[in-house]
Nanobody, 117 residues
């Protein structure tokens, strides 16, 4: 019922910046949480950032460097990533949790972010 498509990933040098976008389509309740998770090789998937009507939430490792925002009219969530470090290298996944008769959880296919010199 909901499709999420990420874009904006790629190769960037340490200290550089990238902006990820996630466009959502389908039936999405106005009561929802959208966010970003990431998974590096050999590591568990971890929360990067999320945003809802209640505010924003960030993982400790990205606080002060990443900013999450959204455009409700476009059903799009963004992740501005600054001062990137090689440890940020991972596949980044868009996620939404939405209330539609019950809570539903959806994931995008992911976009690769590689930070390397």
């Amino acid at each position: 019922q909901v499709q999420l498509v990420e874009s904006g990933g790629g190769l960037v040098q340490p200290g550089g910046s990238l902006r990820l976008s996630c466009a959502a389509s389908g039936t999405i309740s106005s009561i929802n949480v959208m966010g970003w998770y990431r998974q590096a090789p050999g590591k568990q998937r971890e929360l990067v950032a999320s945003i809802s009507s209640g505010g924003t939430n960030y993982g400790d490792s990205v606080k002060g460097r990443f900013t999450v925002s959204r455009d409700n009219a476009k059903n799009t969530v963004y992740l501005q990533m600054n001062n990137l470090d090689p440890e940020d290298t991972a596949v980044y996944y868009c996620n939404t949790k939405t209330w539609a008769l019950s809570w539903s959880d959806y994931w995008g296919q992911g976009t690769q972010v590689t930070v390397s010199s």
